[in-house]
């Protein structure tokens, strides 16, 4: 069986500034507190993430606003199709609200729900933080 989620924080950061560190090696890994990232800001580009324990392809960006990808980890199953994420940003008074719906999840995967929220918007929100008081420091 497959699953699809949707879940949502504000992160404290523009939505223009979020998408530019997803999409950019340092500023991804940064925010993510991740490991390695290798990822471009092209569509049909591929990418891999926290030490390539994840990994996929843009399949849709519009700056600013949305990041559409393949998207698979380790623990997927050779004959497992790839799953997808959209992640959209919407600016919010306190700087974004990140919505990321992630869909076609296979069984053994489903505990990524708590992996985007510990390896994701946690530490995002700490960072971008941090780099919000650092600048009005």
Do not use: C
Not at 26 to 44: L, N, P, Q, R
Not at 66 to 93: C, M, N, Y
Not at 120 to 125: D, L, R, V, W
């Amino acid at each position: 069986m497959k699953h699809t989620f949707t879940i949502s924080e504000v992160i404290p950061a523009s939505p223009e500034v979020i998408y530019m560190a997803w999409l950019d090696p340092d500023g991804h890994s940064a925010m993510t507190g991740g490991g390695k990232a290798i990822v471009h800001d092209e569509v049909d580009k591929p990418f891999a993430v926290h030490d390539a324990y994840l990994w996929g392809k843009n399949l849709q960006l519009i700056p600013g606003k949305k990041i559409v990808q393949s998207w698979r980890t380790t623990g997927f199953e050779t004959a497992d199709e790839d799953s997808k994420i959209e992640v959209v940003l919407s600016p919010h008074a306190e700087g974004t609200l990140l919505t990321l719906t992630h869909s076609n999840v296979p069984d053994q995967e489903v505990h990524v729900k708590q992996g985007w929220v510990r390896h994701y918007f946690e530490p995002m929100k700490a960072y971008f933080s941090e780099i919000r008081s650092q600048a009005s420091g």
